[in-house]
Nanobody
């Protein structure tokens, strides 16, 4: 069973919006986000998996890849133990499988695949023109 569960993907038109969510499959007594950086990666067709955005769970410091700055917003709700990615002004090149990711404990922003400790199962986002 996946420890992180992604949802919210779908098929939309260019210019539309979507919001992805990521939660833990285990209760707070067995799984924590504190001390970790949470992130979203994506894998576009025929491409390597790439970092999109990250947020430090403790203080909500964020970091984005240049191609999504101003269009995507990463956030978290501590009480709901949920990570979000609000995606606006979607483009066809945003079409990808999006993955929730958790860093290793105490580590910095996981901008590389090998810096990710736990992955979600992925959710498909398809943007049509």
């Amino acid at each position: 069973q996946a420890q992180l569960v992604d949802s919210g993907g779908g098929s939309v038109q260019a210019g539309d919006s979507l919001r992805l969510s990521c939660t833990a499959s285990k209760p707070a007594s067995e799984w924590t986000f504190e001390g970790y950086v949470m992130a979203w990666f994506r894998q576009r067709p025929g491409k390597e998996r790439e970092f999109v955005a990250g947020i430090r769970w403790t203080d909500a410091t964020t970091y984005y890849v240049d191609s999504v700055k101003g269009r995507f917003t990463i956030s978290r709700d501590k009480g709901k133990r949920t990570l979000y990615l609000a995606m606006n002004s979607l483009k066809s090149e945003d079409t990808a499988v999006y993955y929730c990711a958790q860093s290793f404990l105490g580590a910095g922003f996981p901008t590389r695949i090998d810096a990710v400790g736990t992955w979600g199962q992925g959710t498909q986002v398809t943007v049509s023109t």
